[in-house]
């Protein structure tokens, strides 16, 4: 539920308060870099890297004796095990932060980008500590997930001589879920769920054009009273404005029009490439589809199109084209 | 790897990883990340995956070992940044490319995807500096 335009001013302005602060005082990781931790991570990762567990390997490198993986820097100041208890009440300025943010309907979270500078390779023996500043709090951004706000903040790391090691900026969506989560957990043990194709939204005017597709057929929209066809469907004929509207089917038959290739961003469910074509179909309209089972460089407008309806992995059918035979 | 045996739009050998629970669940807590969705199925369902997710502690590891994995242990990595896409879980795999962006007076440059069954799991970028000459 969107806030009223007070609220979500009220709302903003707290947030401001919380820009260009440290959220508490330097956290000082538990243990000083030491070589178990650096062993059970490099397990972990399937990190074979002498310079990190090979002592003799290490001293005759670049490094001169045994350093920690650079990416392991945010793991000498993680909290350990009472992250699994979780915060019911906040231990920081960043926690608080969230938890106002969940109260006014931003529950979701989501980390987006990370990035990590490392000033030099640590040691065994180094002991690191973490201050943590909220460096940004974006406008309220529309997502894919939700609305909300992305929140960065940045984390200098300090050696025992408060020296800088290495710094982290992190970015988090706090947003509202746009939809509830979908129930996953009937996925198959050990598999993940990969998503179709996101479904077109069925409304009144346009449901049955997708059940005629289900049923295997190529529909086009047609003016009873005047013959216009239409695509895609419409409540009303845009020539003669009858509402009298019925439907033919279409050949299949088509020349390509215009096309482009979708290479970024890759959404999960569909193959990249897609090239997204704009098809004008034999009996005299044009529908937006995609051109299939031919190499983007190869695509043409003006070619010949050939129209069959395809059916996904998860039983959702759809037009597409592919070259005419 | 040798600075000078680097080209710009040079390829790293690919890596495919098997994820697996334990490989999933061992990232988290060498990371010292006991956040529940990282090694609880319960949790994770509970929030709509149909099984625990890899962290992104874990993320930067992986991200880190393919490019040092080709650059060798002489190599001394700078920087890392990671854009997150598509959760990685146990039952897939993350195919691992990378390609070098850049390179010029010892520093290096490198473009790393981690694909998975969803898609992109992670777009990143390492910078390295290198050895140089003999
Ligand atoms: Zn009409």
């Not at chain 1, 970024?264 to 089972?293: K, M, W």
Request: charged share 20%; net charge negative; with cysteine.
């Amino acid at each position: 539920m969107p806030l009223s335009p007070e609220k979500k001013q009220q709302l903003e302005a707290t947030l401001r308060e919380f820009v260009g602060k440290p959220i508490g005082p330097p956290y000082q990781g538990r243990d000083a870099v030491n070589e178990p931790m650096i062993r059970q991570w490099c397990d972990a990762m399937g990190d074979t890297n002498p310079a990190y567990l090979d002592p003799a390997a290490a001293k005759e490198s670049v490094h001169g004796g045994i350093v920690a993986p650079p990416t392991m820097l945010q793991a000498w100041t993680m909290h350990g095990f009472e992250m699994a208890k979780g915060y019911d009440e906040p231990t920081n300025e960043e926690q608080r932060l969230h938890k106002i943010l969940s109260e006014h309907g931003y529950t979701g979270v989501v980390g987006t980008n990370t990035a990590q500078g490392y000033t030099r390779y640590l040691r065994p023996g180094d002991s690191v500590s973490a201050e943590i500043v909220i460096e940004s709090i974006s406008e309220e951004k529309a997502t894919a997930l939700g609305i909300g706000y992305f929140i960065v903040t940045r984390t200098s790391f300090r050696d025992q001589d408060g020296e800088e090691v290495g710094w982290m900026t992190f970015r988090v969506l706090k947003y509202i879920p746009a939809q509830q989560p979908q129930a996953a957990a009937d996925a198959p043990a050990g598999q993940p769920a990969v998503p179709g194709r996101i479904r077109a939204p069925k409304g009144h005017d346009n449901a049955w054009w997708w059940d005629r597709v289900d049923e295997g057929t190529f529909p086009i929209q047609k003016c009873n009273a005047c013959g216009t066809l239409h695509h895609p469907p419409r409540p009303m004929c845009s020539a003669c404005r009858s509402q009298d509207l019925g439907w033919v089917e279409a050949s299949g038959r088509g020349t390509l029009h215009s096309f482009t290739v979708i290479r970024h961003p890759q959404f999960p469910g569909y193959d990249f490439p897609i090239v997204a074509a704009l098809v004008d179909l034999e009996e005299g309209t044009r529908i937006v589809s995609n051109v299939v089972e031919c190499p983007p460089e190869d695509v043409h407008i003006g070619m010949a199109l050939e129209g069959f309806i395809h059916e996904d992995e998860d039983g959702f059918k759809l037009p597409l084209f592919r070259p005419a035979a | 790897m040798n600075f000078d045996d680097v080209q710009v739009g040079q390829e790293l050998p690919p890596l495919d990883v098997p994820l697996t629970a334990a490989l999933i669940v061992g990232g988290a807590l060498a990371s010292r990340d006991y956040t529940p969705v990282h090694h609880d199925r319960g949790a994770a369902q509970a929030q709509g995956l149909s099984d625990v997710i890899m962290n992104i502690l874990t993320t930067n590891g992986y991200v880190g070992r393919y490019v040092t994995d080709w650059a060798g242990p002489d190599a001394i990595v700078k920087e890392l940044q990671v854009k997150l896409g598509a959760p990685n879980m146990p039952g897939d795999t993350m195919k691992m490319t990378g390609t070098v962006t850049a390179a010029e007076g010892g520093d290096v440059e490198v473009a790393v995807i981690g694909k998975n069954a969803w898609g992109n799991h992670v777009e990143g970028t390492v910078k390295l500096a290198l050895p140089e000459g003999a």
